[in-house]
């Protein structure tokens, strides 16, 4: 029988916020422990991952058009976040919500699903009916 780890990787701190020039939000997090092969496979259910292996340490970046991207090297527990300017209210807490269900496995997966609609639906009400069908 495998085992699984049900403890999720905790955000230990916020070491940098800034507003980059394109008027999105960066965050730089430090975490509990560096995120793992298996974070990023759960990442590829939710937008674009990519690698680069050649490196010391292998650089990942994760991009999920309109909420987030995620850039940082594995085995590394410093990250760095950026939040859409747009709509940086609504998805404020996705990576928390990226970090809680990983552990969760399929259903996870299911109800992260869930919320991404629902947080998509309040922002083609911002949008407006002429930019809102732009899924």
């Known amino acids: 029988m495998r ?25 730089e997090f430090v975490l509990d422990e560096p ?19 050649n490196l010391k340490k292998p650089y990942f970046s994760f991009e999920k058009e309109q909420f987030i991207s995620i850039k940082g090297f594995a085995g ?18 996705y990576f928390h919500l990226l ?15 869930g919320i991404d609609e629902s947080i998509r639906k309040k922002m083609k009400v911002r949008l407006g009916p002429s930019q809102g069908d732009n899924s």
């Open 99 to 113: 970090l809680y269900y990983e552990r969760q496995g399929e259903p996870g997966i299911a109800q992260l699903k």
């Open 3 to 27: 085992s699984v780890r049900w403890r999720q990787v905790r955000i230990v701190k916020s070491i940098q916020t800034k507003v980059c020039v394109d008027g999105s939000l960066m965050k």
């Open 35 to 53: 995120l793992t092969e298996g974070f990023l496979k759960f990442l590829e259910h939710f937008g674009t991952v990519r690698t680069l292996e």
């Open 76 to 93: 590394d527990c410093t990250v760095e976040v950026r939040y859409r300017k747009e709509f940086q209210d609504l998805v404020a807490d």
